[in-house]
């Protein structure tokens, strides 16, 4: 049986841009992707804190050291620019392979950039 169990989060940043007219996904500075180990085309789950919106897409690379969070597409219905969301990804584990699985949280300051 296998289980799915968080693999990363970008916990609490902030929504850059929301392009209404383009094929859906996020687009996610590449800095933050490689912090979370998220890869392009990875499914995520979006929490929108200011609204209570969960929604799925895929990410998409955007400019690193950019702090960009960019929705597209429809998924830019679900958070206006300036809303702080959490950007969580997943993996499929057995149970004992997730007991010793350690996810991958970031904690990006108030601009989307890494806290060194």
């Known amino acids: 049986m296998f289980i799915h169990v968080m693999k990363s989060k970008l916990h609490r940043?902030?929504?850059t841009q929301a392009e209404l007219n383009y094929v859906g996904s996020v687009?996610?500075?590449?800095?933050?992707?490689?912090?979370a180990n998220l890869i392009e085309n990875e499914k995520v789950q979006i929490?929108?804190?200011?609204?209570g919106e969960r929604f799925e897409t895929y990410v998409i690379k955007g400019e690193r050291g950019s702090g960009t969070v960019c929705l597209n597409?429809?998924?830019a219905r679900r958070a206006q620019v300036g809303d702080i969301v959490i950007i969580i990804a997943y993996g499929l584990m057995t149970p004992e392979e997730a007991k010793d699985?350690?996810?991958r949280l970031v904690f990006p300051d108030s601009n989307n950039h890494l806290v060194v």
């Open 47 to 51: 929490v929108n804190n200011n609204n």
């Open 73 to 75: 597409g429809a998924a």
């Open 101 to 103: 699985h350690t996810p």
């Open 13 to 15: 940043v902030r929504i």
């Open 27 to 35: 687009t996610i500075d590449e800095d933050l992707m490689d912090a």
